[in-house]
Structure formats: structure tokens, C-alpha cells
């Protein structure tokens, strides 16, 4: 049992930037609650994994993790899931993983002090779940910031667009979002221990509504973006259907915004975008894409992509390939499609074989390659600010990222030392597909 006078958890995180803010949720309600976090599962009295059940195999590291610790279950550890898979699953997981005695979805957070109390007090199978009826508020009051160089604000919860694909919509429950207000409180708090960069967070950030009508998403991005002491906004992620043309005005006016949209396409076929219920065709993601591009900043470009989605021909996977050529992305992050539980796309027929799915991830990855390497070359010889991120002694260079939040490596004249989260001038000298390199040209 934990509840001596020292109460001490391990948790880990798995899954996506909302999840690893949630983390930070969730670290914070504990640290109030007189826990103490530590390093290892061996030294925890309490061990939580916050989870991912975007694909198969995200979903599986958690099981593969509980089987790996069942052992410590006779020295009296307690384990929780929370995260997606705690929501999808519920009160199944006991039955999969009985030591398993705390599982909690993202919209229960708040009550995790009583949960604690009750896990302090012996509880065996103790749920925080939530149908997708909740519209309750999903801040909790206390956030340990882990991040060092990023602060995250999440302005919206949950998901009302059910990709066809895709169990966020019932991991995470339906859209809320919180009041311009109190995010712009939050990140005048983000100001005061100390960030300048900040990451508003949602599954879709473009179906923003203030809940008291002040401000739309593009406002609210430029009212964060004049806090005083802000220097870099990003925002993540978008969803073309409610992608406008305002955003990439203020970004266009507003230097604290970053030039950077992540906007993901997922396939290049309108025939496929239309049975993954994307709700738009190649050509109005192209019109948007036209719209960025058209913009007097740079913006970097970036995307998520799925191959072998069920049904998808060998000529709708090439319409993938021409897009990307047709936007040139600067980069993409690739998935081979993956059934999961409770969404309309595991009633579709024409599975594609896993082998062809990797194949097609192969050549996709490849093309990639040769497009960020173009993208990149066109860095070389400019000047950019990079926020400083760390050192990597190895090497002897600093890393940083740039506003198009492009990794760059960088070296320092003699003698000098950066600070992590400062903001440095770096003349690029080189470039990769994934990276730049460059050497310190000014503060
Ligand atoms: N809300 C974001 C995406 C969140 S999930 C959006 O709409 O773009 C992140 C990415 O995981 C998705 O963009 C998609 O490319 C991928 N993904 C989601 N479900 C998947 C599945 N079942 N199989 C493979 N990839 C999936
Ligand atoms: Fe999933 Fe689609 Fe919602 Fe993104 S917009 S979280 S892909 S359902
Ligand atoms: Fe995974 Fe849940 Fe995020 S399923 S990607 S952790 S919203």
C-alpha cells in the first residue's frame, strides 16, 4: 500500500502533445496531493501510464508495459491506466490486467483527489469515465509545467468530427472549448514562470468556440500573441474544413505567430478523403494549401498521412504521392492505417494486406525525404532565430528550433554559453531532410 507518509508515483506517457500536456495535469493534481514523483517504477508506490489508442500498436506498449511490472504487484505497487486507452476500454482493463486498480480518462482529471483517496484507502477498481454526453469543464486546478522551453494551453477539448478512422472522437468525448479569458489568464501565468513560447492546444483548434463569444480561434491567436512577454505562438492542430483564411492573415501580420501550419491532408484521393469522412476534397485542401503559400511570411508546411486506408487503389495512393509533390511539405508524419474499435471503418470491406500498407508507407517516407531535402536547401544562407533547446556535448553544437519549427544544429563562437530557452540569430550553413545546420551569427 502507498498511503504511508510517503507517497510516491512513477508515470509515464505515451501518445500525442495533448496527452503529454495532460501528463503535466496530472503530475500537478498529485504534487498537491503530497505525492512525490520518481524516476523508476521500482521506487513507486503508484505507477501510471497515460495512454494512446490512436493505433494498434500505441495501444498495445500499454498492456506490454503492465505485463512487464506485473511482478512488483506482490510488493503492494498500485497501478493506474489513464489516458485514451482507460476511456476506450473502461472496466475491462481489470478484467485484462487485474492489479490494474485505477482507470481514468482524460475527462476526469479533477477527481483525481478523490480517486486518490480512495486508491489510499484500498480501493481495487477505482474509474473516472466519461460518456461522449459530458460538457463538463476539462481544466484541472493544479499543472506542473515539464516542459522547459514550451508552455501548452489547451483551448479545446474532445472531437465532433468522426473521421471514419479515428477513436479520438470517443477517447475524448465532444468538443469544448474554454473561454478566451481564461486562456489568456493561463498564458499571462506561462509569462510569469518564465515562458516565451507558447502551444495552444486541441484535436481540431480550428472549431474553436469561445463559450462567451468574445473571440474567434484567429482573435484568440493574436490576443495570445500580445501578452506581453510572448515572443513564438504555435498552434496544433488544424483540420482543413475549418481552416480559414483569417489565420493566415494574422500570421501574415502578427510576428509572435509562428510561420509554421501543421495541417493534415491524410490522403490525396477525393474518393478516399470522402470515405474517410474528411469532409473536404483534394481540391479544397489544395485552396487552402494556396492560401498559406500565398502568404508574405514563409510558413513551413506540415501534415499527417495514411496509407492503405480500406479500398485505397494503387492510383488513389499515387494521387497521395502527386499531392505531396503539389505542396511540397516541409514534413509529414506517415502511419500505415490501423483498424480500431468502435469506428465506422472497421465495417468497410477491401482491407489492404499489411505488406502492401508497408510498402506504400516505404515509398511515401521516400518521397519525403527528397521534398524536405529541397524544402530545407532553401534555408541555406539565411539568417534565422532559433530558440535555444539544449547542448549536445557530444558534438560540441547547440540545438534549437526555428519559428518554422525546423531542428537546428549550431555552433557558438569560443567561449561563449547559451541558456536554454534564449533566442539566438544562426546563419544556416547546410541543410538536411529532416534538420539544418548553422553556426551563431548574432543575438
Ligand atoms: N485531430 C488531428 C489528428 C489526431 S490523430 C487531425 O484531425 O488531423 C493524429 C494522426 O494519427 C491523424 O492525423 C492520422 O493521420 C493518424 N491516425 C488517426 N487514426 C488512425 C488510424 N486508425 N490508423 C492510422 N493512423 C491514424
Ligand atoms: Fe480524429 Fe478526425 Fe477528430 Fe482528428 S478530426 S481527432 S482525425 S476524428
Ligand atoms: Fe493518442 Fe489519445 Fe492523443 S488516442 S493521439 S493520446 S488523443
Known sequence: MSGSADKTFYLETFGCQMNAHDSEKVVGTLLQQGYRQVPSVEEAGLVLYNTCSIRDKAEQKVFNRLADYKKYRTQGKQFGVLGCVAQQEGEKIFERAPYVSLVCGSASYRNLPQMLVQLETGGQRVTGLDDRATDKCFETEYTARTNPHRGYITIIEGCDKFCAYCVVPYTRGKERSRTSSSVLEEARQLVDLGYTEIQLLGQNVNSYRDPDGKKSFAELLVAVASVAGIRRVRFTTSHPRDFGRDIVD????????????????????????????????????????????????????????????PGETEREFEETLSLMDVVGYDSVFTFKYSPRPNTPALRLEDAIPDAEKARRLAILNDKQKQIGARRNRRHVGQVLEVMVEGKNPARGQWIGRTSQIKVMNFTVPAGVELTTGSYVQVRVTGSFPNSLVGEMAGV
Do not use: K, N
Not at 494574422?250 to 501550419?261: E, F, G, K, Q, R
Not at 469522412?277 to 506540415?302: C, M, V
Open 250 to 309: 494574422v500570421i501574415d501580420s502578427v510576428p509572435a505567430l509562428c510561420d509554421h501550419v501543421h495541417l493534415p491532408v491524410q490522403s490525396g484521393s477525393s474518393r478516399v478523403l470522402d470515405a474517410m469522412q474528411r469532409l473536404y476534397t483534394r481540391d479544397e485542401y489544395l485552396e487552402r494549401i494556396g492560401w498559406i503559400q500565398a502568404a508574405r511570411r514563409d510558413i513551413s508546411l506540415t501534415s499527417d498521412l495514411i496509407v492503405g486506408f
